[in-house]
Nanobody, 123 residues
Framework: QVQLVESGGGLVQAGGSLRLSCAAS????????MAWFRQAPGKERDFVTA????????YSTDSVKGRFTISRDNAKNTVYLQMNSLKPEDTAVYYC????????????????WGQGTQVTVSS
Protein backbone atom coordinates (compact mmCIF):
# COMPACT_ATOMS: atom_id res chain seq x y z
CA GLN A 1 0.00 0.00 0.00
CA VAL A 2 1.02 3.62 -0.35
CA GLN A 3 3.02 5.06 2.53
CA LEU A 4 4.29 8.57 3.04
CA VAL A 5 6.68 9.09 5.94
CA GLU A 6 7.76 12.58 6.96
CA SER A 7 10.85 13.42 8.96
CA GLY A 8 12.97 16.42 9.87
CA GLY A 9 10.67 18.41 12.09
CA GLY A 10 11.79 19.93 15.36
CA LEU A 11 12.23 23.05 17.44
CA VAL A 12 14.06 26.01 15.92
CA GLN A 13 14.47 29.67 16.76
CA ALA A 14 12.94 32.36 14.62
CA GLY A 15 15.14 33.07 11.63
CA GLY A 16 16.44 29.52 11.57
CA SER A 17 16.07 26.75 9.01
CA LEU A 18 14.74 23.22 8.82
CA ARG A 19 14.57 20.66 6.04
CA LEU A 20 11.66 18.25 5.96
CA SER A 21 11.71 15.02 4.01
CA CYS A 22 8.88 12.77 2.89
CA ALA A 23 9.74 9.28 1.72
CA ALA A 24 7.12 7.60 -0.45
CA SER A 25 6.56 3.93 -1.20
CA UNK A 26 3.93 1.84 -2.94
CA UNK A 27 3.35 4.22 -5.84
CA UNK A 28 4.92 5.24 -9.12
CA UNK A 29 6.42 8.32 -7.57
CA UNK A 30 7.07 10.32 -10.73
CA UNK A 31 3.39 10.02 -11.69
CA UNK A 32 2.31 11.86 -8.56
CA UNK A 33 2.35 15.50 -7.70
CA MET A 34 3.49 16.03 -4.14
CA ALA A 35 2.55 18.74 -1.71
CA TRP A 36 3.15 20.00 1.78
CA PHE A 37 0.29 21.16 3.95
CA ARG A 38 0.37 22.41 7.53
CA GLN A 39 -2.05 22.55 10.41
CA ALA A 40 -1.67 24.80 13.41
CA PRO A 41 -3.55 24.05 16.66
CA GLY A 42 -7.23 24.87 16.31
CA LYS A 43 -6.93 25.72 12.64
CA GLU A 44 -7.67 24.02 9.35
CA ARG A 45 -5.07 22.20 7.33
CA ASP A 46 -3.66 24.68 4.81
CA PHE A 47 -1.79 24.32 1.56
CA VAL A 48 1.87 25.33 1.69
CA THR A 49 3.53 24.25 -1.54
CA ALA A 50 3.35 21.62 -4.28
CA UNK A 51 5.52 20.20 -7.03
CA UNK A 52 4.69 18.40 -10.25
CA UNK A 53 5.73 14.83 -10.88
CA UNK A 54 8.68 15.83 -13.02
CA UNK A 55 9.72 18.54 -10.59
CA UNK A 56 9.47 21.15 -13.29
CA UNK A 57 6.62 23.13 -11.77
CA UNK A 58 6.14 24.36 -8.24
CA TYR A 59 3.41 26.33 -6.52
CA SER A 60 3.47 28.02 -3.14
CA THR A 61 1.20 30.03 -0.94
CA ASP A 62 2.18 33.69 -0.70
CA SER A 63 3.21 33.54 2.95
CA VAL A 64 6.11 31.18 2.24
CA LYS A 65 7.32 32.44 -1.12
CA GLY A 66 10.97 33.35 -0.96
CA ARG A 67 11.44 31.37 2.26
CA PHE A 68 10.35 27.79 1.55
CA THR A 69 11.48 25.63 -1.35
CA ILE A 70 9.96 22.32 -2.39
CA SER A 71 12.02 19.83 -4.36
CA ARG A 72 11.96 16.15 -5.16
CA ASP A 73 14.31 13.32 -6.02
CA ASN A 74 12.43 10.79 -8.10
CA ALA A 75 15.30 8.33 -7.89
CA LYS A 76 14.87 8.29 -4.11
CA ASN A 77 11.06 8.60 -4.05
CA THR A 78 11.46 11.55 -1.74
CA VAL A 79 10.13 15.09 -1.60
CA TYR A 80 11.77 17.81 0.46
CA LEU A 81 10.75 21.09 2.01
CA GLN A 82 13.59 23.49 2.75
CA MET A 83 12.34 26.11 5.19
CA ASN A 84 14.43 29.22 5.77
CA SER A 85 13.82 32.42 7.73
CA LEU A 86 11.30 30.61 9.88
CA LYS A 87 8.75 32.62 11.83
CA PRO A 88 6.71 31.70 14.91
CA GLU A 89 3.61 31.68 12.70
CA ASP A 90 5.12 28.78 10.76
CA THR A 91 4.60 26.58 13.82
CA ALA A 92 2.38 23.67 12.81
CA VAL A 93 2.25 19.99 12.03
CA TYR A 94 3.50 19.59 8.47
CA TYR A 95 2.02 16.89 6.27
CA CYS A 96 3.10 15.64 2.89
CA UNK A 97 0.48 14.47 0.44
CA UNK A 98 0.31 12.84 -2.95
CA UNK A 99 -2.10 13.10 -5.87
CA UNK A 100 -1.88 11.40 -9.22
CA UNK A 101 -1.46 13.93 -11.98
CA UNK A 102 -1.32 17.68 -11.52
CA UNK A 103 -0.48 19.60 -8.35
CA UNK A 104 -3.54 20.88 -6.54
CA UNK A 105 -4.06 23.10 -3.53
CA UNK A 106 -7.13 21.61 -1.90
CA UNK A 107 -6.78 18.94 0.78
CA UNK A 108 -9.80 17.12 -0.62
CA UNK A 109 -7.97 16.37 -3.87
CA UNK A 110 -5.13 14.44 -2.28
CA UNK A 111 -5.36 10.68 -2.05
CA UNK A 112 -2.50 9.90 0.28
CA TRP A 113 -1.16 11.56 3.41
CA GLY A 114 1.72 11.14 5.78
CA GLN A 115 1.39 11.11 9.54
CA GLY A 116 2.82 14.60 9.95
CA THR A 117 5.88 16.09 11.60
CA GLN A 118 5.85 18.88 14.16
CA VAL A 119 7.65 22.14 13.44
CA THR A 120 7.91 24.60 16.30
CA VAL A 121 9.46 28.03 15.84
CA SER A 122 10.27 29.93 19.01
CA SER A 123 10.44 33.71 19.14
Amino acid sequence: QVQLVESGGGLVQAGGSLRLSCAASGLIFSSYAMAWFRQAPGKERDFVTAISGSGGNTYSTDSVKGRFTISRDNAKNTVYLQMNSLKPEDTAVYYCAAVRGFPLISTSNYNYWGQGTQVTVSS
